[in-house]
């Protein structure tokens, strides 16, 4: 057993040995494979006599490789050490570490394997066999469950191996070992990152070995975080956005790191004089380094790391440059600096791209970048840099030759394949044709749209290769050339292409034919198709069915929702944007979207609570609010609209919805009890007050205002004067100016906002001395009658002198409102004189 655990083992290489103790007893065979394993030799670990007595137990290869490689092991777990075959079944699950690694180094790390499996082990080749034959069966093994890979893979053989042996054979047969669930994890991962579709039975597959593997995780801390890590990077792959964050959190829990971000002094440029505030990342621990008293291990030169170019720039600096060295980090170990990376890699992922997403990136790649130590995170985030800066004008030159130089590194023999594969799993490195993809996709943006269309042709990339004589204005060449691969092989991909070449309904449902209806992608394109005419009902159902065949399609779920919306089926639109904010909760226009299907179908509570979380992501956007307002009044949830609307004004200084103002007052009105009739009243007459003093020339703003504070539930005679002057200044704002009077509908409001004014002053001389109730009717009889007046001339037909029919009885009260105020002033100036 003390070969499989080697004394102060750091966190990355602790997974690649860790086993059950039901393997205390190796033979010397397999404890030399072991320790091969663990040090990252697999080509001299498949060589072992171990190895290769897996597949020397049988006789000769039958013309399928894929079932003599079934046949052998299979033998060879249920015949060697009968009775107890822990030994042969932790044999098995090296050969699948090794093959599997060993296709993670021809095709995602480098440097390309010059050893084919038939080399490595020669018993299984056969004399005057077609390698290319060969070459088909690993792929279409490795292509089952999904719509195709990529056709240029290097040595499929190896992930057809790692497939059959940790995802197939040692699924049920090697439980003694907790990694294997690990592995088979990591298998299906690379299987879903060489796949074109998202995959829903690799996505259940992975799900299942997570859940499986997480109780044991908890009994080794330095495992737990780097496995949660690895758990969060695979929900990501799959758009899971949610899960991903909640897995990041496990493991920042587990490593006790705490980083945020801050504001430090500093310049940018060579001539700038003053420092001005610019973000940095802050890291802290709670109490100390995880792996404070990791032993040291062999330290990689800056020669065998991805090279950092400098910018060469005449005014911008290589670096920012701080006070006081005010965006140094601590020495962080490799563990440490990942959990940063895949916590940048999610913020990317869930945030919408904008200046500020990119400053803050910014701030992680230069905490990242001053201690490299590892091949893998030093990769990502030169890559990373690469991409922000190809939109800068500055820095767009850095960024091309940036990525030349990490194309570069996939083809030098330095480092070793050990060190490039340490942590390879958690960083999400990309495979070397995403990188040259993102070499040529930059090259386009910079106008090189010929040179980049060679570049995609070479690596078979046939959606760019569309794309680039689109944008030359060339398709019937990209056409001809999806054609003439067809020629070749008629797949439900290419017939997808020439599709998208050509705009011809016909090839996706050939596409949809040829996949014996099980193609996601051919119903996605055929939804694509009617959604971009607009027919959006037609969208939703070829939407619906690309999804029962692959669900985990975040874009798909969007492009329904919106497909449903703009057809008001708001079922179908809730159920949409509900998944959406399951796989992605950080997006504001899936909440936004959600709550306002919630709102149509009459579920105003949960349509407030998503409109509440989309203004939590999303708080400078003055519609969202809005609808809060509304959706907080119709549930009668007036301080929600309160607080809403105040953040409204504070966007939209200036913004008055008076339908919603009323039925605020309204809700006010309806909603006040004993209990809270005076804090809602407390809380609406402020806020009313505050718009008042903003916005003083709406009139119906001062009635609601009067309307509110006559309802005092404390009435004084100060508080009756107060509704009676907002109601005065409501009728004096609506009557303001000489044509108000030409509109019938106006002469109406008018009359009956006098009506109102009226009542509100007979209740505030109440109590009132009558020299003080005479001035106020004197006054308020001088610009009622002047109303009336005007108001009467308006509803009078001018040829005749008749009243308009609709406002006899109308007019008839105003005329005695403004009469009876008349009576009054008699009757105070009599009993004042007397």
Avoid at 351 to 369: G, P, R, T
Avoid at 644 to 657: E, F, G, I, M
Avoid at 726 to 741: D, I, N, P
Wanted: aromatic share 8%; hydrophobic share 40%; glycine share 4%.
């Amino acid at each position: 057993m003390a070969s499989l655990y080697l004394e102060n083992c750091r966190v990355y290489e602790k997974i690649f040995l860790l086993q059950n103790s039901s393997f205390d007893q190796l033979t010397d065979s397999e404890d030399e494979l072991s320790g091969l394993v663990g040090r990252g030799s697999y080509i001299e670990a498949l060589k072992t006599p171990a190895s290769q007595a897996v597949f020397n137990c049988i006789g000769e290869r039958v013309d399928n490789l894929k079932q003599h490689i079934t046949d052998a092991v299979s033998h060879f777990l249920n015949s060697k050490h009968s009775g107890d075959n822990a030994t042969a079944r932790h044999t098995v699950f090296c050969i699948g570490i090794s093959v599997l690694q060993l296709f993670v180094q021809s095709n995602f790390t480098g440097p390309v394997l010059v050893s084919t499996l038939l080399d490595l082990f020669p018993i299984m080749e056969k004399e005057d066999e077609n390698k290319e034959v060969v070459r088909t069966s690993a792929m279409e093994y490795i292509a089952e469950n999904t719509e195709g890979v990529y056709p240029l893979l290097r040595n499929p053989e190896y992930l057809m191996m790692a497939k059959l042996l940790l995802c197939n054979l040692l699924d049920s047969k090697l439980v003694s070992g907790f990694t294997n669930d690990w592995w088979a994890m990591r298998c299906y991962i690379i299987l879903q990152r060489v796949a074109d579709e998202p995959s829903s039975v690799f996505y259940e597959s992975i799900q299942k070995c997570i859940n499986e593997m997480e109780p044991v995780m908890k009994k080794d801390r330095e495992l737990h975080a780097l496995f949660y890590l690895e758990a969060g990077q695979a929900y990501l792959l799959y758009s899971d956005v949610r899960q991903a964050a909640e897995h990041f959190h496990k493991a920042d829990a587990a490593l006790k790191l705490k980083y945020e971000l801050s504001g430090a002094l500093g310049k940018r440029t060579k001539f700038q004089v003053e420092a001005k505030p610019q973000l940095v990342l802050k890291v802290q621990y709670e109490d100390q380094p995880l792996l404070a008293g990791e032993a040291e291990g062999p330290k990689l030169l800056p020669i065998d790391l991805p090279k950092d170019l400098q910018l060469n720039d005449d005014t911008r600096l290589p670096h920012y440059k701080f006070e006081e060295d005010d965006d140094r980090v601590p020495n962080l170990v490799p563990i440490e600096q990942l959990a940063i990376l895949v916590k940048l890699q999610h913020m990317r992922r869930s945030s919408a791209s904008d200046l500020q997403l990119q400053e803050e990136s910014k701030a992680y790649l230069n905490a990242l970048l001053q201690f490299p130590k590892c091949w893998a995170i030093q990769y990502i985030s030169l890559l990373l840099r690469s991409k922000i800066e190809s939109q800068e004008s500055r820095a767009m030159d850095r960024s091309l030759q940036q990525l030349n130089e990490l194309v570069d590194c996939f083809k030098r023999d330095e480092p070793s394949r050990f060190e490039r594969l340490k942590l390879f799993y958690a960083s999400k490195l990309p495979a070397s044709w995403v990188i040259k993809q993102t070499y040529g996709r930059l090259l386009v943006q910079l106008g090189c749209t010929k040179s980049a269309l060679v570049h995609f042709e070479e690596l078979q990339l046939w959606e760019d290769v569309i794309d680039c004589y689109n944008t030359i204005q060339m398709r019937q060449r990209s056409e001809e050339i999806i054609r003439r691969l067809l020629e070749k092989e008629q797949t439900p991909k290419l017939y997808c292409l020439l599709g998208d070449a050509t705009d011809k309904i016909e090839h996706y449902e050939k596409a949809w034919e040829l996949s014996n209806k099980k193609s996601s992608r051919a119903q996605r394109s055929l939804g694509d198709h009617y959604f971009n005419i607009k027919d959006y009902k037609k969208a939703s159902e070829h939407y619906q069915t690309s999804l029962d065949i692959c669900y985990i399609q975040l874009s798909v779920w969007a492009k329904m929702g919106y497909s449903a919306l703009e057809a008001e089926d708001w079922r179908l639109c809730s159920k949409s944007y509900r998944m959406c904010t399951v796989l992605e909760p950080d997006s504001f226009e899936y909440w936004n979207n959600l709550g306002k299907a919630h709102a149509n179908l009459k579920d105003f509570t949960a349509s407030l609570r998503c409109l509440k979380e989309a203004a939590r992501l999303r708080s400078d956007c003055w519609k969202i609010f809005q609808n809060i307002v509304i959706a907080a009044v119709t549930v009668g949830k007036l301080p929600d609209a309160i607080t809403a609307y105040r953040r409204l004004l504070a966007l939209q200084p200036r913004h008055v919805n008076i339908p919603v103002l009323k039925k605020m007052v309204e809700v006010y009105l309806t909603n006040r009890t004993e209990e809270n009739g005076l804090k809602l009243y407390k809380e609406l007459s402020k806020f009313l007050s505050e718009m008042c003093n903003t916005c003083p020339s709406e009139s119906e703003l001062w009635h609601c205002y009067g309307a509110v504070v006559s309802t005092n539930p404390q009435p004084t005679v100060e508080s009756r004067d107060l509704s009676y002057q907002h109601y005065r200044k409501s009728l004096s704002t609506y009557a303001r100016g000489s044509t108000w009077y030409k509109d019938k509908d106006m002469c109406k409001n008018a009359i009956m906002k006098l009506l109102r004014v009226e009542e509100a002053l007979m209740e505030c001389i109440e109590g009132v001395a009558p020299e003080s109730a005479l001035n106020s009717f004197r006054s308020a009889f001088m610009s009622l009658n002047n109303v009336m007046l005007l108001a009467r001339k308006g509803v009078t037909n001018v040829a005749t002198g008749e009243v308009v029919p609709d406002c006899v009885e109308l007019l008839k009260d105003g005329n005695a409102s403004v009469d009876r105020i008349k009576t009054k002033i008699d009757t105070l100036a009599a009993k004042c004189s007397s």
